[in-house]
């Protein structure tokens, strides 16, 4: 019955685990996100975690502490971790949490909002 | 303070607090406001909010049990959406803390704290009545921009 939550992949010459989260995000959907990431990240040990937002159409505060609980674990491991491509929604949200001083992101489409 | 408004339409809907229903309940809440034409952004200012409501529902309200929570929509006079998202779970304490950002219970289940400010910020008034023990009722208003009414 679910719908892709993610996709992911792992390059081993890089050394990094890539993410790309699909649909949306809530607190039903990130407790099965977060365990299959880290299931991931635990057997990897990757260098950098790219989380790719670009697919993703809701996210609530869920949303956000998905992302700062991969972020604390990626520090554990010594690795770093990127966001890539929020909307305007979604980065509203990350920076009422303050989140752009403490995750990097980066944009690597053209604008890609619709209105 | 002022008189209340007129009340065009309203909706009713109650369901069990399982985390499979929090998609269904702010989808089934944006579909009801759509009616009062609000811009695609209104929209999703409401759904994240009516999101964050029935998460604090199902996560702190009826944290080992399930538990039932009763949302009513309302569109009132001058395209205003009034929803209310209740509980009869635990119930919060201390409401003043709870609503400052970056406050939670629950850290250890990566809750942000978040969910009050996301409320507060994409609405225009947010109330939160709690009793310990009793439950939480939370209201949120959310007047849509000028625009002309579709017939
Ligand atoms: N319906 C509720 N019943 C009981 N307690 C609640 C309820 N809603 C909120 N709370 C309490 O208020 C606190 C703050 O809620 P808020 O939604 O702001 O953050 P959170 O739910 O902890 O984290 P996040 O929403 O970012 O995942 C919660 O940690 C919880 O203790
Ligand atoms: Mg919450």
New binding site residues.
């Given amino acids: 019955m679910e719908k892709d939550l993610f996709l992911s992949d792992y390059n081993e010459e890089t050394n990094t685990v890539s993410i790309i989260l699909c649909g949306e995000i809530d607190h039903h959907s990130a407790v099965i996100i977060r365990r299959e990431i880290d299931n991931m990240l635990l057997h990897t040990h990757p260098k950098n975690l790219i989380i790719e937002l670009y697919s993703v159409d809701f996210m609530d ?2 949303g ?2 998905l992302i700062m609980g991969r972020f604390s674990l990626m520090q554990k491991l010594g690795g770093t971790t990127i966001l890539r491509n929020p909307n305007e929604r979604i980065k509203k949200i990350l920076s009422l949490a303050g989140m752009e001083r403490i995750i990097k992101i980066e944009r690597t489409t053209e604008k890609n909002e619709k209105k | 303070m002022k008189k209340s408004k007129k009340i065009i339409n309203s909706m009713k809907i109650s369901f069990p607090s399982l985390s499979v229903n929090e998609s269904a309940a702010r989808a089934v809440v944006a579909a009801f406001s759509a009616q009062a034409d609000p811009t695609t952004n209104e929209l999703a200012d409401i759904k994240c909010a009516v999101s ?1 409501a029935v ?3 199902i ?3 009826y944290p080992d049990t399930i538990g039932e929570i009763y949302i009513s929509v309302l569109i009132l006079e001058g395209r205003i959406i009034k929803i209310q998202i209740k ?1 009869k ?4 304490e201390d409401v003043a803390k ?2 400052e950002p970056l ?4 850290p250890e289940s990566e ?7 996301v409320m507060e910020s994409f609405t225009d008034k947010m109330s939160v009545r ?1 009793k310990v023990g009793k439950g ?1 009722t939370v209201v949120l208003l959310k007047a849509l921009g000028e625009r002309k009414m579709a017939e």
């Fill in positions: 505060s869920s956000l502490g | 964050e998460t604090n529902s996560v702190h309200a509980d779970g635990k119930g919060i709870a609503r406050y939670t219970t629950s809750r942000s704290g978040m969910g009050f400010t709690s939480t």
